[in-house]
């Protein structure tokens, strides 16, 4: 406290004035200045039934999967639009790469839904079943394709289809479990998948440009753990897959090489890779934190605030700590309990540090 009324003092700002001036200047440092615990928690969003969330950043909005609605929130305006309501059960949602398409998973419908953001309207898809339930989880592959993922009633194998826009077909790509996750990287050369229910944890990754698919299963080269998330880095060199046993790191080849978090500890339940940056974002079980780590060194180079409790999801994704990053690294989101957190990664406040904010870090664990 000493050394902050010194350095308000040399900003000249504890001259003879009111107590209560006072009391609201050095407020407004305490809020905004430097905490190795961790920077302001941002703007929270309420929106109890959410599922997944991704940002349009043409327009500046949330879109947030609840129930049978996609809710739109504003962030120019800190406020709800009206929804888009779709029925069903939607599930996870993305969004094309020129921001003017929404892919919406429903849960309850043998296909997708695609919205048309410049008009506003929507159509479903519908895809013909092969023994799956609904569908789960959505990445766009370009602006006219897409993959898909299917539930299924039990446990078993589904369909992983790609959709082509332009000519309304759906292609079947390989059989992987149920509740397959599914991300892009961000220069859309390849999506990573990660197969849910499946003891040796399996996953692989779609090679857009030529359709190539490389899967890794097996308890040697899978994670050993039930998988139920995964994040890829901008140019798709490297993969990072949450377990109870810990997030496993893979390069482009899919080799693991690096588990950060401890089994049944403090261990990362979400990712999001910053689309712009060597940075990797984690969602912190047994915390409230998000901790950025540099994605080369593996170093803590930030640490956030969600004021949220995150704990283990129990191998189910959609949870909490589910994590999206707008396109240009400016926003980052994570689901929490009842709604959504988001920072600004611009604001003074949560630039990165070229030095470790806790030390030592004993999370990450080099897989010889």
Do not use: C
């Amino acid at each position: 406290m000493l050394i902050r009324r010194a350095v308000l003092k040399a900003m000249g700002l504890l001259k003879p004035t009111s107590m209560m001036f006072k009391a609201i200047l050095l407020s407004l440092f305490l809020i905004t200045s430097f905490s190795q615990n961790g920077f302001a928690a941002g703007t929270f969003i309420t929106a109890p039934n959410r599922t997944d969330m991704i940002y349009d950043g043409i327009r500046q909005i949330l879109y947030i999967t609840s129930s049978s609605s996609v809710l739109r929130y504003s962030l120019s305006t800190n406020s709800f639009l009206p929804p888009f309501e779709l029925g069903g059960n939607l599930i996870g949602i993305d969004i094309s790469p020129d921001d003017n398409t929404l892919a919406v998973a429903d849960h309850n419908l043998y296909g997708i839904y695609l919205i048309d953001l410049k008009s506003g309207q929507s159509k479903r898809v519908i895809y013909k079943p092969a023994g799956d339930r609904g569908s789960f989880a959505v990445a766009f592959a370009s602006n006219k394709t897409l993959l898909i993922t299917a539930s299924f009633d039990g446990s078993g194998w589904v369909p992983l289809r790609k959709y082509d826009i332009t000519t309304d077909t759906f292609t079947t790509l390989a059989a992987v479990m149920q509740d397959t996750m599914v991300s892009a990287s961000a220069d859309g050369s390849v999506i990573g998948f990660a197969e849910s229910n499946i003891s040796d944890g399996r996953f692989g990754r779609y090679r857009t440009a030529d359709g190539n698919m490389l899967r890794k299963d097996g308890y040697t080269d899978g994670t050993g753990w039930f998988n139920y998330e995964i994040g890829v880095n901008r140019n798709g060199t490297q993969y990072a897959i949450p377990t109870y046993g810990g997030t496993f790191l893979t390069d482009s080849t899919l080799t693991k090489y690096a588990i950060v978090g401890d089994y049944a500890g403090g261990q990362p339940i979400g990712v999001a890779y910053n689309p712009v940056k060597d940075i990797v974002y984690f969602a912190w079980a047994t915390t409230s934190q998000v901790y950025a780590y540099d994605s080369n060194t593996l170093q803590k180079v930030a640490s956030y605030d969600f004021e949220n409790n995150f704990s283990s999801p129990g191998n189910h994704a959609f949870v909490e700590g589910r994590m999206k990053i707008s396109k240009d690294g400016k926003y980052l989101f994570v689901t929490v309990k009842n709604g959504v957190r988001y920072i600004d990664l611009n604001l003074p406040g949560n630039k990165l540090t070229t030095e470790k904010l806790l030390s030592p870090d004993h999370s990450v664990h080099p897989i010889r």
